[in-house]
């Protein structure tokens, strides 16, 4: 059977194509679409990192579909009318103080904000700036269920979790969340969560531009999906 498999970030530099197909035997799995794609591309190692199809995560003992669409995610540096999620290639400094504005109501009495921004140095090597690459169909959903599991979790209020792609200079945002809630221990847990949740299951990928070269920044993987 064949499958169609999408690569990203250093996965994709290292295969020199975001996009494989690979020719498969029936009731194969992920994983052994894994051995395939790392069979075909000598030196590139997918361990560690999640599998996803039709833009759900997908464990290793998945089995596989003709047709299907794979996409192998390196490890992550993760709605309604009260939420705004998304994804966006323009600076994030102008849509703080509207999305903190927004966030403010009289129902609420803590609105909780965090932005994080690019760091230089970072481990002792100046940083020039950053490019964020995303799955962005995919990551968009994965913004929207995000923020549904903040509801799910606390009685909140507006939610907001925004993040920047593209090129990202030093002290300039990539990422702005903003929780509003009746009571500050739940806007302060939640907005906490959020980025913990980004940082683990969101499919955006940095790299650093270094002074003397570049490098991906690799963090986690959701537990039970890793390859």
Avoid: C
């Amino acid at each position: 059977m064949r499958v169609n498999v999408r690569l990203f970030a250093h996965y994709r530099e290292a295969a020199g194509t975001g996009r494989l197909e690979l020719d498969l035997p029936e009731g194969s799995t992920v994983a052994d679409a894994k051995a395939a794609v790392e069979a075909v591309v000598p030196g590139l190692d997918l361990s560690g990192g999640m599998a996803a199809l039709g833009e759900e995560l997908v464990k290793p003992n998945t089995p596989l579909r003709e047709g299907a669409e794979l996409a192998f995610l390196p490890p992550v540096s993760g709605g309604g009318q009260d939420d705004r999620t998304g994804l966006t290639k323009e600076p994030l400094e102008p849509m703080i103080g509207e999305l903190v504005a927004w966030a403010t109501a009289p129902p609420y009495g803590a609105v909780v904000s965090f932005v994080g921004t690019t760091r230089s140095p970072n481990k002792g090597r100046e940083v020039r700036y950053l490019t964020y690459e995303a799955y962005e169909s995919m990551a968009a959903a994965t913004l929207d269920r995000i923020a549904g599991e903040l509801r799910a979790r606390w009685p909140l209020g507006r939610v907001a979790i925004v993040h920047r792609l593209g090129r990202v200079n030093p002290a300039e945002a990539s990422i702005v969340i903003v929780v509003s809630s009746p009571h500050r221990p739940e806007a302060f847990e939640a907005a906490r969560y959020a980025l913990e949740r980004v940082k683990l299951i969101l499919p955006v990928w940095k790299k650093e531009h270094l002074e003397d070269g570049e490098v991906w920044v690799e963090g986690g993987a959701a537990e039970g999906y890793r390859l």
